[in-house]
C-alpha cells in the first residue's frame, strides 16, 4: 500500500512539475507585508525586492532586501540570501521552504545595531502565467520577529 502511495505522489509531481521554475532562468519580484516583533504592541508595513535563479526546476537561489519596519525613529532592515525548495501541488500552486542566511540592521540615525542569523519561511505560490507568479509567506528573520507578506514574482 505504502508503495502505491509513493507512486501516486511521484506521478502526481511530475504531471504538475511544468507548474515549476524552468532550471537555468532568472527571477525577481516585490513583496509586502507585515512584520510583527515580540513584546512590542504594534505591526509595522514591510516592503522589499529580491532576484533569484533556479538551479532546478524545484530549487533556487535567491537573495534580497526588505525594510521590515519603522518603530518610532528606528528603522529595521534585512538583507538575506536563501535556498528555496518547492513541492509542485497542481493547478499552478505550489508549496516551498526557506532555508537561509540573513542580516537584520536597526538604524535610528544616531545609533546603529545589528545582527545575523539563520532565516527560516513556508509558503505556498501560484503561477498565473508561465512567467508571472505570487506568493504568500511566513517568515522567521530572528527569534523574536516574524513577517508575513504577499510578493509577485516575473521569470525573465
Known amino acids: 500500500m505504502l508503495k ?15 507548474f515549476a521554475g524552468t532550471p537555468g532562468t532568472v527571477y525577481g519580484g516585490l513583496d509586502v507585508g507585515s512584520t510583527k516583533i515580540d513584546n512590542v504592541s504594534d505591526s509595522k508595513g514591510s516592503f522589499g525586492g529580491f532576484v533569484g535563479y ?5 530549487f533556487s537561489v535567491e537573495a534580497g532586501y526588505r525594510r521590515l519596519g ?13 535556498v528555496l525548495g ?3 501541488l497542481g493547478q ?3 508549496v516551498y521552504g ?13 545609533a546603529q545595531s ?6 527560516y519561511g513556508v509558503g505556498v505560490g501560484y503561477n498565473f502565467s508561465p512567467r508571472v507568479a505570487g506568493r504568500i509567506e511566513v517568515q522567521k528573520p530572528s527569534s523574536d520577529s516574524s513577517n508575513v507578506g504577499a510578493s509577485v514574482v516575473y521569470q525573465f
Open 54 to 58: 533556479n538551479f532546478h526546476q524545484n
Open 4 to 18: 502505491k502511495i509513493v507512486a501516486a505522489a511521484a506521478l502526481a509531481m511530475l504531471a504538475s512539475s511544468s
Open 70 to 82: 519603522t518603530w518610532g525613529d528606528v528603522d529595521v532592515d534585512q538583507t538575506a540570501v536563501s
Open 98 to 110: 526557506r532555508l537561509g542566511y540573513n542580516h537584520i540592521q536597526a538604524d535610528s540615525g544616531f
Open 86 to 88: 518547492a513541492l509542485p
Open 92 to 94: 499552478g500552486f505550489n
Open 114 to 119: 545589528s545582527d545575523s542569523g539563520v532565516l
